[in-house]
């Protein structure tokens, strides 16, 4: 049993037609996603634009509405917002994609970082101060930075103030959804760095979405693939990326630009096989609607999105 | 398209019963009744104890209300006290005039402001720029009726170019080509000086708009296209930034009703403005809560003139 | 066999910030040839927009000095008529946003068109939605009669991003910017947008400048490379040599800060420092320095010029021989990418 479990969770959400906004049909933004991420790992979602990362991460997060699943976090049932408690709520915390927005511009950094606090735990001004600027050492960011605004940090910089949001209630599980997605490599890789550093230093959990390979390839022990609302494979990051199953895996990984220029050659190349291979078996890997199959286990840890056999 | 203009229309029917209520309730918070004025003071106090009873005054108020509600929607608005006489026929003339009045002012505020708004905004921090925000400050600035008092000074008393009063010159045959004329003549020197001072707010909008659309990176796209200059004005930033412009639409019809309370007094002009402040100083009650709920209906339809019109060109409203 | 299609020489852009000229491009002269792609990379906020622009005739208010040879020809401070035959027909750029980068209240169709038929004045009208039809299908859009119909805003990111591309290769460009073209796009979209340059290049003889700051990026398309730190160019070559045989700190910082699948990193490279703001910035000696402090401030150059190492291959000071990190000992020379 995983520290965070998802049981075949599904998130709809309603298409709204006619004068009077009748529901006509519904987007299927997740429909049967089961993952489960070990204490202190880091579990790496993948998939194209719209496949339904951001929506998993925050069905999770209990902000959106779970057309059906279960979530269970530590062996409680998580799944329904009202039942569960705040106490456990607060354990699971989210960073966002893009440091320059997700901030409130018009907030001082100690509003934006105490904005958990504030909502969670009761402290006087002076205790909260000091639990931001606490925060703000253990990111790397200097104290006096409390009573700065956003722009006046570094998108590296500003990342980290929005991780010291998410770690401010000491949670045990933390979101990512694209962390670095919008920042440059060398910015990328300080804040990628820091992340492990205080994965050990909290033993956080991660779910780590992104759609760098190479990113994820860096940060994770687990991976899932997802398109269209579904998996099409889950396994180690070994796993997947020795020995992808899926076609659709295979493509994302030939799709992975190789640093070293004398490769190109083969690199592209073997990206034609594999999109030659795509074209033609296309029809073995999804259903008539384009949707993937079932998962199957082809290892303990491996699972692909494969047809029945008949 | 037609989807979103029925559900806001739909949306209104509401905004008005509230409206009504409100309406209604305040003026039965006044004091006085709808036969204070209508009565013989010399009459038996006990005669008027019956009257009220007959004419339903003494009942619950949502009674009263539904009663009241149903003859306005029927065209039924009361009577005047003063001018003894339905409230409907008193208003239908000047609803008419204050009307045309409306529409030739904002005819003027958009000739004017169009024009000073793009100047100001496509050149702005030059010379031109400075004069037109000149303006508008002193627009900001000035009052309506002083305003209003000095052009009537001028034009009309002064140079005598104006009419100083009415709403047509008497004796006209209405639905002659004259009369249409001399209509418009009267019109014109109230319907200017209101203009003046009101469309500075459309002015300042339009130059900032054009301002910020200027800087939008879809401008620079348009450069890179190798489009001319005017044309990326005319093409791009200038159909961005008159979008927000018919979302001010229904503003300007509620800032006009407060200007024309003003100016119409000023001008003797006999429209519904006019009405207004003459009811309220006489305690005309029944006319001025008539007058008082069109005017609110005058808001919500400008409100929604304002969503149609941006539906209709906004494509990110439309498509909803 | 290398043709020159541009030459910039000397080019020198600055922004007036409280009554002083900044340069955030500063001393640049490259070129780019036929047929070739010269990728730019840099941290965000070194100059490659503001290079690109000044290329484009794009900025403003701007202050420009140099040359921008394009044939043979200045473009630097020429009439904007002029310019404006040149732009989106022989020259053409694709922006950093895709989501900003159209206009909202235009059909994708009449934003393609426009720059079809402002350098082609006697088209007709269904000659010209047959052309913008074929440039959707050839960016990959799946539907694109539909498409041609739709506003931005009914569009993704990564649909988006290619609408600016058709309009950025509607009439063929010879020489094409590309401003982080894939930066918002995820890994099949972007291999496909890349494919895409690819044959601009081999089809159409196009010269290509590629601004982004994804080294694989880079390592998969670039004929050369030129690094960009502070305004300056510090290190160009081909691209083989320039992953291979990286001379410049910042170059190999730079490739030492991507993670790399066939190195066991378990810590990545950080820069330490940021891209200093254009007022903050050292106009003097060495503009890298203050960002590798550990290295003897008396290795670094007074004021440090390109030096031609090797064929093609310029680097900015001759110090880099000096220069290691500070987390691999002396023992451990080797750098970049093996
Ligand atoms: N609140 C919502 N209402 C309706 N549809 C939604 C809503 N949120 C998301 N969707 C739809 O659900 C699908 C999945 O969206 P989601 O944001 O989860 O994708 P994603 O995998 O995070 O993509 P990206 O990589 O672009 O962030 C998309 O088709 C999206 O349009
Ligand atoms: N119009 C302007 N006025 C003043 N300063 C500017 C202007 N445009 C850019 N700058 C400054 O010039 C420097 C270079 O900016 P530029 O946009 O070229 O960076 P970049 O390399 O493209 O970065 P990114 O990767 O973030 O796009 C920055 O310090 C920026 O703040
Ligand atoms: S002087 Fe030093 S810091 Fe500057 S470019 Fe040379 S090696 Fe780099
Ligand atoms: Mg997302
Ligand atoms: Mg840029």
Redesign the pocket.
């Known amino acids: 049993m995983g520290f965070l479990e998802v049981e075949d969770l599904k998130v709809h959400f309603p298409i709204k037609g006619g004068i009077f906004g009748r529901t006509v049909d519904y987007v299927k933004a997740v429909d049967g996603v089961s993952l489960s991420i070990e204490k202190g790992k880091t579990y790496g979602l993948v998939g194209e634009s719209g496949s339904g990362k951001t929506t998993t991460g925050r069905a999770i997060m209990g902000l959106n509405n779970i057309t059906a699943g279960k979530i269970t976090f530590d062996g409680y049932d998580i799944t329904d917002l009202k039942q569960a408690e705040l106490d456990v709520r607060k354990q699971i915390q989210m960073i966002f994609q893009d440091p320059y927005s997700s901030l409130n511009p018009k907030k001082r950094v100690l509003d934006i970082i105490a904005e958990p606090l504030r909502n969670y735990e009761k402290l006087s001004k002076i205790e909260e101060k000091k639990r931001v600027q606490e925060l703000l050492e253990l990111v790397g960011l200097s104290p006096e930075s409390i009573v700065k605004y956003p722009h006046e940090f570094s998108g590296g910089q500003r990342q980290r103030i929005g991780v010291a949001r998410a770690i401010a209630l000491k949670p045990k599980v933390i979101i990512a959804d694209e962390p670095v997605s919008a920042l440059d490599v060398s910015v990328q890789a300080q804040v990628l760095n820091f992340m492990r550093d205080i994965q050990e230093e909290l033993d956080l959990t991660y779910l780590f979405i992104g759609h760098d390979l190479g990113v994820i390839r860096h940060m994770c022990d687990h991976i899932g693939i997802m398109y269209k609302g579904r998996y099409v494979e889950q396994g180690t990051t070994e796993e997947i990326f020795n020995s992808p199953q899926h076609i659709y895996t295979k493509r994302l990984v030939a799709a992975i630009p190789d640093i070293d220029p004398s490769q190109r050659k083969k690199q592209i190349q073997f990206r034609q096989e594999v999109q030659t291979e795509y074209e033609q078996s296309y029809n073995e890997y999804f259903d008539s609607d384009g949707l993937a199959f079932k998962l199957k286990p082809v290892s303990k840890t491996h699972l692909v999105a494969l047809p029945e056999v008949e | 398209m037609w989807k979103f203009t029925v559900r806001r229309i739909l949306i209104m029917i509401p905004q008005i019963f509230l409206l009504s209520i409100l309406i209604f309730l305040m003026a039965q918070a006044m004091p006085g009744d709808a036969l204070s004025g209508l009565i013989d003071p010399n009459l038996d106090p006990k005669e008027i104890a019956k009257m009220r009873e007959k004419l339903g005054l003494n009942d619950e108020w949502y009674a009263q209300y539904i009663d009241w509600i149903k003859g306005a929607i029927q065209g039924d608005l009361g009577e005047s006290f003063r001018f003894k006489m339905p409230v409907s026929e008193l208003i239908e003339q000047r609803l008419i005039n204050t009307f045309w009045l409306s529409v030739v002012t904002l005819i003027i505020t958009y000739l004017i402001a169009i024009p000073l708004g793009i100047t100001s905004g496509r050149f702005n921090d030059t010379w031109a720029d400075r004069i037109i925000t000149g303006y508008t400050y002193i627009g900001f600035a000035t009052p309506v009726f002083i305003f209003a008092l000095v052009m009537l000074w001028i034009f009309g008393f002064h140079y005598g170019w104006f009419p100083t009063t009415g709403s047509v010159k008497p004796g006209l045959e209405p639905g002659t080509f004259d009369y249409i004329v001399s209509k418009i003549y009267h019109m014109l020197l109230p319907a200017i000086s209101l203009a003046l001072i009101t469309t500075v707010n459309t002015v300042q909008y339009l130059r900032s708009e054009i301002i910020d659309t200027k800087q939008r990176d879809f401008i620079i796209t348009a450069r890179a296209k190798g489009a001319p200059e005017s044309r990326v004005y005319n093409r791009h930033i200038l159909r961005n930034s008159l979008l927000p412009i018919a979302a001010f639409f229904g503003f300007e019809i509620t800032g006009l009703i407060g200007g024309t309370i003003f100016v119409e007094q000023i001008f003797g002009y006999p429209g519904m403005g006019q009405l207004f402040y003459e009811s309220i100083l006489l305690r005309d009650y029944s006319v001025v809560t008539s007058v008082v709920l069109l005017f609110g209906i005058a808001s919500i339809l400008g409100a929604l003139i304002s969503d149609v019109i941006l539906s209709l060109v906004d494509p990110r409203i439309r498509i909803k | 066999m290398a043709e020159g299609l541009l030459e910039i020489k000397n080019l020198k852009t600055s922004f007036r910030i409280k009554d002083n000229y900044y340069a955030a491009v500063d001393d640049v002269s490259i070129t780019v040839n036929k047929n070739e792609v010269l990728a730019i990379v840099g941290e965000s906020g070194c100059g490659k927009s503001a290079l690109a622009f000044s290329i484009m005739g794009l900025h403003n208010r701007a202050k420009i000095e140099g040359n921008i040879l394009y044939k043979g020809h200045d473009i630097a401070n020429i009439s904007p008529a002029k310019l404006n035959k040149l732009r989106g027909n022989d020259m053409a750029m694709i922006f950093q946003d895709p989501l900003t980068a159209l206009n909202p209240l235009m059909e994708i169709g009449d934003q393609i068109g426009e720059i079809v038929s402002l350098h082609n004045k006697n088209l007709s009208k269904s000659e010209r939605k047959a052309k913008v039809i074929k440039l959707l299908n050839k960016v990959g859009i799946p539907h694109p009669e539909r498409t041609y119909k739709q506003f931005p805003h009914e569009l993704s990111g990564g649909m988006r991003q290619r609408v600016v591309i058709a309009i950025a290769i509607a009439n063929e460009p010879e020489l094409l910017i590309a401003d982080e073209p894939t930066t918002a796009l995820d890994a099949t979209i972007q291999s496909q947008i890349l494919d895409l340059l690819n044959e601009l290049k081999e089809d159409m003889n196009a010269g290509i400048i590629l601004i982004t700051h994804d080294l694989g990026v880079v390592a998969e398309t670039a004929d050369r490379v030129a690094v960009m730190y502070a305004g300056q160019i510090?290190e160009i070559a081909d691209v083989h040599t320039l992953f291979g045989d990286p001379q410049?700190?910042?170059t190999r910082s730079l490739l030492n800060s991507v993670p790399n699948a066939a190195k066991d990193q378990t810590k990545l490279h950080v820069i330490q420092g940021i891209v200093p703001s254009l007022q903050k910035l050292p106009r003097e000696?060495?503009?890298?320095?203050p960002?590798?402090p550990w290295?003897d401030s008396s290795?670094?150059?007074d004021n440090?010029v390109l030096h031609e190492i090797s064929p093609g291959h310029f680097v900015?000071?001759?110090?880099?021989s000096?220069?290691s990190f500070p987390e691999e000992s002396k023992e451990d020379q080797s750098h970049g990418v093996s």
């Open positions: 510090v410049h700190p910042y000696g060495c503009r890298f320095g960002r590798i290295i290795a670094h150059e440090p900015r000071c001759t110090c880099y000096q220069f």
